[in-house]
């Protein structure tokens, strides 16, 4: 079965940091596009980042770039959103997506398959 088990989710301060980790299981990782979105309290899903993990592609959106970073550790079939200078507006379940085909535009549209349970993170003023 294909699994992706987001955590690091948390309570943190305005101008913090958190590190979500994305673990895949069920298909090739190596192959694999991997992303993150999120969705805040009465507003739709939107794409954060999201990687290719062979060529290391990434995109970004508009709100994070620059503070954002995504990567991956393909031993441990992980994929990380390392999240710098927090703001407020970041409160929001945070999800992993995966494509197994590494179709990274396809991911970045919200069209996979594949999501996790969430994790919640919290940015407090």
């Known amino acids: 079965d294909v699994q992706l088990q987001a955590s690091g989710g948390g309570l943190v301060q305005a101008g913090g940091s958190l590190r979500l980790s994305c673990v895949v299981s069920?298909?090739?990782?190596?192959?694999?596009?991997i992303g993150w979105f999120r969705q805040a309290p009465g507003k739709e899903r939107e794409a954060v980042a999201c990687?290719?993990?062979?060529?290391?592609?990434?995109l970004y959106a508009d709100s994070v770039q620059g503070r954002f970073t995504i990567s991956s550790d393909k031993a441990k079939k992980t994929v990380y959103l390392q999240m710098d200078s927090l703001k407020p507006e970041g409160t929001a379940v945070y999800y992993c997506?995966?494509?197994?085909?590494?179709?990274?535009?396809?991911?970045?549209?919200?069209?996979?398959?594949?999501w996790g349970k969430g994790t919640q993170v919290t940015v407090s003023s």
């Open positions: 997506t995966g494509n197994p085909r590494g179709w990274l535009v396809h991911l970045w549209q919200g069209r996979s398959d594949y």
């Open positions: 069920g298909f090739t990782f190596d192959g694999a596009a």
């Open positions: 990687m290719g993990i062979r060529g290391g592609s990434t």
